[in-house]
């Protein structure tokens, strides 16, 4: 509990935008991810650089920690306040301050949610191209903090390949400011290359700035279906072989498929054993030629090819594939999302592993992804209640992750460490890069206050 | 309390399916304002599992949360994982209820108007007078009250004589190819009763025999909206017993979506009773049942507010309508969120719920419409409010008077 004195000084800041009733502190006390609530001693909505300046002051004289959140939507418990402390929202710092379109970039705070910069990207003509599953509710702030990917992340990348420029404040209240609107930048440390995927832990991120890039002119959507889940795979790897890359090349299995057409009802094939999801975009000729080639690589492994006539047909697409982690939510209690990530030419030997450990442990998992840039995501349908099972949970979920870095892969291709995959970090990256990290984290922030032990640090 | 955690653990199941991926933050009128959990499903859905699992002690302190829910069921609609928010909400609100009672004074309302309808229909007339001298006119047929209470609030005049005491009973069409039932509902019945005097008139021309309830009983939305969900139950069956006496008539016609919402979606899912004929809302009949074909030739610039209890399905349905059955020239609303009116929403925070209409009536100012459509009297009360509040001098009514009034001029 925070004495009255020191909330006090956190209304004077932020005036009413200040909350400690124990109901009010419970509504972030989670986040998307599965885990165990964590409550804040206090809530607070900055509405302007300045205050939010003040209040990471606040928390440094006084020592309190200080946990950065947007729309809370992130899936590895990223913004828990597992030590308590205060919850700095940056819902109230939502505006687009500029959309260039000569020289194709935005500036936007924090707090805006991608999918209305997106929208107001393209009311000029020009594309945002990350596009997370959550873009509808999440922040560009978060998206930059966990360094989002999307389902476009294939061919345009992810969030982090767009940020130019990042305006923070540092654990002592300084404004930093890195990058800028220029193409080329190459003045002092990428700072703002150091912020995206920091989950919080090195400063409170205001205002970034965004590349943008030309609409593309043309695109053909097509969903493939598959009688057999390992052809949907091959098919995944015999592509990006080809030297073509989709757009958006995406993965669904029969149990997926299943519950998205329950939940979403858009005709999606519920007897197929896998499903593709692939949009090839660019310059109208080359669409076409690269559309020729994707569909007969499909049909040699036996896909039977789809192509979304109209852009409503397309938008029902993306829609079902964007639901399709909720989806499986309609059918057990308890979903474990995990985020395994293997170099794309590997993606059957993981499809087989996530398959074969399935069976092992007798779980129920669906697996759906983005398996064009090799991110999969075996989703464990379960009840926490159950303990016997959870404990089996927990054994799965390690030889998942052992299997991705067997496979050359990562524990995270999108979602972050935060404090679900902590304990797995070192293993992928070695004892001497956690020593690094420390030393970062400790020189910049010495009372461990912004965002304490998140990916264990 | 014990019980009282009972009964909340009970709401458990349905709870769980939420696992709190925040897709509810797109659609929530309210979230939308303010950027706060407390506010969007997933919060209030983690405040009432924080009261079970014994992480809140003062299970009454959430309820002001609860409370505050347009309950416009786009969570609802918008959640993949099939949470079913409103009953989560509308049983939360009556189980806390219990320990935050209503004030008596409150309550006594409520109880008059659900149970004492033929009460209501008499005082009409004493609201009526009451209203006119106690307020000031702001022009027709809307008033300023003076009462402090109200907050500015413009109010929609109550008409002297109750729509049912005019109406109540068989009202014969000639050439008669079937029978209706038209269910007014409270708003219709007091204050626009000119569009009950519309659908049962349009409906008699083109051949259909209107049985209008000589007494209106409210759906009893309003009593759940309080968290008094059993006077709601109580409302539903009473309906339902009286709606089945109409042996003869094939369809239940409304022209309030709540009233539809709440007589054949929440009800039978709250009694376990089934309504006993279909209840349709009257666009809807006139389009797909009758397939009526005329053109009113009224002009100017016309828009849309879609109530939050119409079915999706159907709004194309109303546009087409408005396009097919007048001359307007119609442009389309960006601002597509609830108009703030929620059933006692907008009584309860008169503050807030101002904010989303007057956004809609600025809507269209810019785009210059002279003209709201809305199937629902409790949006068509809120928007008329706006706009006497920002000045707009646009005129707020239902599609359907518009049908009538044409084919009153060409009798």
Not at chain 2, 164 to 191: D, S
Request: proline share 4%.
């Amino acid at each position: 509990m925070l004495s009255k004195s020191l909330i006090a000084k956190f209304a004077e800041i932020a005036g009413k935008n200040v909350w400690t009733e124990q109901e009010d502190l419970m509504c972030y006390a989670y986040d998307a991810s599965f885990g165990e609530m964590c409550v804040p001693e206090i809530v607070v909505k900055p509405e302007t650089t300045e205050q939010v300046c003040s209040i990471v002051k606040l928390c440094c004289e006084e020592s309190i920690p200080l946990v950065t959140r947007g729309a809370g939507t992130n899936l590895s418990g990223g913004t828990l306040p597992v030590n308590g402390g205060c919850v700095l929202l940056t819902t109230g710092l939502n505006k687009i301050l500029e959309i260039n379109t000569e020289d194709m970039y935005a500036v936007v705070q924090s707090g805006v949610v991608t999918s209305d910069l997106a929208l107001a990207v393209s009311a000029k003509g020009l594309l945002y191209p990350p596009d997370p599953g959550s873009m509808k509710m999440s922040t560009i702030g978060g998206n930059v903090a966990e360094n989002a990917g999307g389902l476009r992340a294939l061919k345009y990348g992810v969030t982090g390949d767009y940020v130019m420029g990042t305006k923070f404040f540092d654990m002592e209240g300084n404004a930093v400011i890195s990058g800028g609107k220029t193409v080329k930048m190459v003045t002092g440390f990428n700072l703002s290359g150091l912020m995206v995927s920091s989950e919080g832990l090195l400063g409170v991120m205001t205002e970034h700035t965004l590349k943008l890039v030309p609409q593309p002119q043309s695109s053909r959507s097509m969903l493939v279906i598959y009688d057999d889940l390992m052809k949907a795979s091959v098919t995944v790897s015999e592509i990006i072989g080809a030297r073509i890359t989709p757009a958006t090349l995406e993965l669904m299995d029969r149990f997926t498929i299943k519950t998205v057409e329950e939940a979403a009802k858009i005709g999606l094939p519920t007897d197929a054993d896998g499903l593709l999801l692939i949009e090839v975009d660019g310059h109208p000729a080359a669409v076409e030629d690269e559309y020729a080639k994707v569909k007969s690589i499909c049909e040699k492994q036996g896909g039977k090819v789809h192509v979304a006539e109209t852009p409503e047909e397309r938008d029902r697409l993306w829609e079902a594939r964007r639901k399709a982690l909720s989806s499986l939510a309609r059918l057990k209690p308890t979903l474990i999302l995990e985020d395994a990530t293997v170099p794309r030419s590997r993606i059957p030997e993981m499809m087989q592993c996530i398959k074969d450990i399935t069976s092992k442990y007798s779980l129920t998992v669906g697996t759906f992804g983005h398996a064009g840039d090799g991110n999969l995501h075996p989703t464990i349908l379960t009840d926490k209640r159950n303990t016997e099972e959870m404990l089996r949970v927990e054994k799965a979920i390690d030889e998942i992750f052992a299997s991705a870095l067997k496979l050359e892969g990562t524990i995270s291709g999108e979602h972050g460490i935060g404090s679900a995959k902590a304990k797995y970090l070192e293993s992928e990256v070695g004892a001497g890069t956690i020593r690094f990290m420390k030393k970062l984290k400790n020189g910049l922030d010495p009372k461990n206050l912004l965002n304490p032990h998140k990916m264990g640090l | 309390m014990d019980e009282l955690l009972k009964e909340l653990h009970e709401l458990e199941e349905m709870m769980l399916q939420c696992m709190k991926c925040g897709t509810c933050q797109s659609d929530c009128p309210l979230y939308r304002t303010d950027g706060r959990e407390s506010s969007v499903a997933r919060g209030k859905i983690s405040l009432l599992q924080s009261v079970y699992e014994g992480r809140i002690e003062d299970a009454g302190r959430i309820l002001k949360h609860l409370d505050q829910c347009l309950l416009c069921t786009r969570c609802l609609k918008a959640c993949p994982s099939g949470v079913k928010t409103d009953e989560i909400f509308l049983r939360g609100r009556e189980i806390l209820r219990k320990i935050k009672k209503l004030p008596k004074w409150q309550k006594l309302i409520l109880k008059t108007a659900m149970e004492k309808p033929e009460l209501m229909a008499k005082m009409a007339p004493l609201m009526h007078m009451g209203l006119k001298f106690g307020s000031k006119k702001i022009k027709d047929g809307i008033y300023r009250p003076m009462l402090p209470a109200l907050g500015g609030r413009n109010v929609v005049e109550i008409k002297s004589e109750a729509f049912v005491k005019k109406y109540g009973g068989l009202n014969k069409a000639e050439n008669e190819i079937m029978r209706v039932v038209f269910y007014p509902g409270c708003a219709v019945n007091l204050i626009y009763t000119e569009w009950g005097t519309a659908v049962v008139e349009v409906l008699r021309h083109f051949g259909v025999s209107v049985y209008v309830p000589e007494t209106n009983i409210c759906c009893g939305i309003p009593a759940a909206s309080m968290g008094e969900l059993e006077m709601f139950r109580n409302a539903v069956r009473a309906n339902f017993d009286a709606l089945a006496e109409y042996r003869d008539a094939k369809y239940i016609i409304t022209c309030c979506p709540t009233c539809r919402y709440g007589l054949y979606e929440m009800g039978p899912k709250q009694t376990g009773a089934e309504c006993p004929l279909e209840v349709v809302d009257i666009l809807v009949f006139l389009e797909e049942t009758l397939k009526v074909k005329i053109q009113s030739g009224v002009r100017g610039r016309s828009t849309i507010h879609f109530p939050c209890h119409y079915q999706d399905s159907k709004k194309e349905l109303v546009e087409s309508f408005v396009r097919t059955h007048t001359d307007t020239e119609y442009v389309k609303l960006d601002n597509q969120s609830c108009c703030g009116f929620a059933g006692t929403f907008s009584l309860k925070y008169y503050e807030r719920s101002k904010g989303f209409s007057r956004s809609k009536i600025q809507e269209m100012k810019d785009k210059r419409t002279d003209k709201v459509y809305t199937p629902c009297p409790g949006c068509a009360m809120q928007l008329a409010d706006a706009a006497a509040g920002e000045g707009l001098d646009a005129e707020v009514t239902h599609p359907v008077t518009e049908l009538y009034e044409f084919l009153r001029k060409i009798k």
